[in-house]
């Protein structure tokens, strides 16, 4: 009996151990004389790698949020976007954009989907964990007639997925605060057709699922949200933990997906946990200028992958995926060269390079020439757009030219390729179709194409047009 009562006194004090490791964590780990937790330079990259795509996600959507004036708002252009544009890297302007920003905590929501007459127009979803889902899009033959989807997650108070009459779809997403983007081709060098898109883009709508269905609407609880960064950086030094406990009380975590546990275990010992309360006094304290040094570094490792064209290649078909269908190295990649976009089966983002493989610039002018058979094999359409490699933003110029392509306009040559300039000064006999103005200084520049609906058979062969130095 002495044998038994102490075998279970041992497993008794071994299960208290047990559960109480993880609540104890940030209390034993150790600190400097400054007050910072000690990591290992591999811990803390380890750390920004798995955070990135939610610091830069959190960072995004929230500017989004803030720029049309808060959460459970809508945004739609109506103008081609210009050189204005900084709420996020890398935009286009051959495309309208919808925004929808939705605070899901209280209650779901309902988006009504107009019928389109533009050859690509498509709807992508993202919480803060950068994983991103395409439910409708003309390549599956959506916007064909008016519909209605409505929108919750796993938090949701008052909706969990239950068919409600005159809804059509439903989508559970990822997380309580999430963007729902429409992506639209204006077709904007056709004015009738042009037109009819702006109107049918006003009649894109949305409502909470308690107003749908004739009731009272049920307002959101006050919420304060850590500060967006001007840069993700900025929140890595400044309030990178703040953030992550946030976005961690506010997404959906599969245990059986690799990167959630990753991710979750490299922040357990820091006391950021999901369900867990973020207090300034008593929370573990980083050193915020080292995380920055390191994510400046991992920032710029991944911003090069941009000039390498195998790399380019090799990520193409895994971003902008959806959980369990990506990699961290892809995730990592897009979330710095420019976050939120499109899988390969919607649209290909290849970057343009230099045929000698040095880095465009400012102070010199470059030719991008295609034969017709060398043009992108998009279904729907493709461009071609111009900006400044260290921001991800146009290039400023008097003519508000920054891209080239059937909605920016483009003039194919009497063979049916194309020549394509970037030039400070406007080349004679050069369509102005055709031209990209550059400021004549020292700054690198980038290129991204971007071929909609590409016809992926034809994608394994085709290469990637070079821009040669003039």
């Not at 699922?209 to 959101?220: D, H, T």
């Amino acid at each position: 009996m002495k044998k038994i009562k102490l075998l279970s006194i041992i497993l008794f004090v071994l299960f208290f151990t047990a559960c109480n490791t993880t609540s104890n964590k940030k209390n034993t780990v150790e600190t400097n004389e400054n007050g910072f937790v000690i990591l290992t330079d591999d811990q803390i990259d380890n750390i920004i790698r798995r955070a990135y795509q939610y610091v830069a996600l959190y960072n995004v959507n929230n500017k989004f949020a803030i720029t049309q004036g808060g959460w459970n708002t809508l945004h739609a252009d109506t103008k081609l976007k210009d050189h204005t544009m900084r709420d996020i890297a890398r935009p286009n302007n051959d495309s309208f954009y919808t925004g929808i920003m939705l605070d899901l905590r209280k209650d779901a929501f309902v988006v009504n989907l107009p019928k389109f007459d533009s050859k690509y127009v498509s709807l992508m979803v993202t919480a803060y964990d950068h994983y991103v889902y395409v439910p409708k899009s003309t390549r599956q033959g959506d916007f064909q007639k008016d519909e209605k989807i409505v929108f919750y997650s796993k938090r949701t108070e008052n909706y969990q997925g239950e068919s409600v009459a005159g809804i059509d779809n439903v989508f559970e997403a990822n997380g309580d605060f999430i963007s729902v983007i429409f992506r639209v081709m204006p077709h904007a060098n056709e004015p009738e057709r042009f037109k009819k898109v702006v109107e049918q883009i006003g009649q894109i709508s949305m409502q909470s699922l308690s107003e749908f269905q004739g009731k009272e609407p049920i307002p959101a609880n006050e919420i304060t949200f850590p500060e967006v960064g001007k840069t993700d950086l900025d929140i890595f030094e400044n309030n990178f933990l703040e953030v992550m406990q946030f976005i961690f009380n506010h997404i959906t975590f599969d245990d059986n997906d690799e990167m959630d546990r990753e991710l979750l275990a490299c922040f357990a010992p820091l006391g950021i946990a999901p369900g867990e309360t973020y207090d300034p006094k008593t929370a573990l304290k980083i050193d915020g200028k080292k995380f920055r040094q390191h994510a400046e570094k991992i920032h710029a490792e991944n911003l090069n992958k941009l000039t390498d064209p195998d790399m380019s290649a090799s990520l193409g078909p895994r971003v902008f995926k959806q959980k369990g269908q990506t990699d961290l190295e892809a995730i990592l990649a897009v979330s710095i060269i420019g976050p939120i976009g499109l899988p390969i089966e919607e649209a290909f983002y290849p970057a343009v390079n230099t045929a000698d493989g040095s880095q465009m610039n400012a102070m010199n002018d470059y030719v991008i020439k295609m034969t017709k058979k060398e043009l992108p094999p998009a279904r729907a359409f493709w461009s071609l757009t111009l900006y400044d490699k260290a921001n991800g933003f146009f290039i400023p110029n008097e003519w508000n030219k920054y891209s080239v392509g059937e909605n920016a306009g483009m003039k194919l040559n009497d063979e049916g390729g194309i020549e394509i300039y970037v030039a400070a000064e406007k080349p004679d006999g050069v369509p102005i179709e055709n031209w990209l103005p550059i400021n004549r200084s020292d700054e690198d520049l980038d290129i991204i194409l971007r071929v909609y609906v590409p016809e992926l058979d034809k994608l394994r062969s085709w290469k990637v047009p070079v821009a040669h130095k003039l």
